[in-house]
């Protein structure tokens, strides 16, 4: 089994909706993270969490908002969609060596 | 802050030739890690190899291998032998080494590489 999961892989949704994409890790890591890739923008950092109790913005978190429901699970949540957030989502956990990806959610908005 | 750049949107190797991609970055800093990412057209994105930058020898996993140039801030990734396999957009990105940071990547645009048969 993947390490870390992501929920659902792919979304589609019209603007304006509520949408809340699910991370787990069984690596048993506090670092959390969600960044979002476009293309020819690279990963971009929206939101990192340390602990249950220690959540930070990214550099792009406008939009958004996290819930880190225990150790093992981050949630993203767009509250209203908007077509300029169609992109894909990746969650990942770290230990002091490298970051762990999950496999994504491809978002698009309409 | 810190960033990196990849200046090359597009690459392009023989199958079995050996092919270079760049990355520069631009940090205050003297103590980080850098990293390479592979991410193929599945999008999951897999960790090719790792540097520390207090370590002067470069590291080498298999047919990859980097060309670190601490003083010059560039990362170089070298592909020998290449495969098809091989072909995927390649991400280079940046971490501090400092407790008080939060870990987080710093990612340059990517690079797309093709091999041709």
């Known amino acids: 089994d993947a390490d870390v999961t992501q929920t659902p892989r792919n979304r589609i949704t019209k603007t304006g909706k509520r949408i809340m994409l699910e991370c787990s890790q069984t690596?048993?890591?506090?670092?959390m993270y969600w960044y979002r890739q476009d293309p020819g923008l690279g990963l971009r950092l929206i939101y990192y969490?340390?602990?249950?109790?220690?959540?930070n913005k990214g550099e792009i978190s406008d939009g958004y908002s996290v819930s880190r429901q225990a150790q093992a699970k981050f949630s993203l949540s767009l509250e209203s969609a908007i077509p300029n957030q169609t992109a894909l989502y990746f969650c990942?956990?770290?230990?002091?060596?490298?970051?762990?990806f999950g496999p994504g959610t491809r978002l698009t908005v309409t | 802050a810190q960033t990196v750049t990849q200046s090359q949107p597009e690459m392009s190797v023989q199958e079995a030739e050996t092919v270079t991609l760049s990355c520069t970055y631009d940090t205050s800093e003297s103590d980080y890690y850098l990293f390479w990412y592979k991410q193929p057209p599945s999008r999951q994105m897999i960790l090719v190899i790792r540097q520390e930058a207090y370590k002067q020898q470069n590291a080498t996993e298999n047919r990859f291998s980097v060309n670190f140039q601490k003083a010059a801030k560039s990362f170089s990734l070298k592909i020998s032998d290449s495969q098809l396999g091989d072909a995927a957009m390649y991400f280079c990105?940046?971490?501090?080494?400092?407790?008080?940071?939060?870990?987080?990547?710093?990612f340059g645009k990517g690079i797309t590489l093709s091999v041709r048969p």
């Open positions: 690596k048993g890591h506090d670092r």
């Open positions: 969490s340390f602990d249950v109790k220690d959540i």
């Open positions: 990105a940046y971490r501090s080494e400092y407790t008080g940071a939060n870990s987080k990547l710093t």
């Open positions: 990942a956990t770290s230990d002091f060596r490298e970051q762990y």
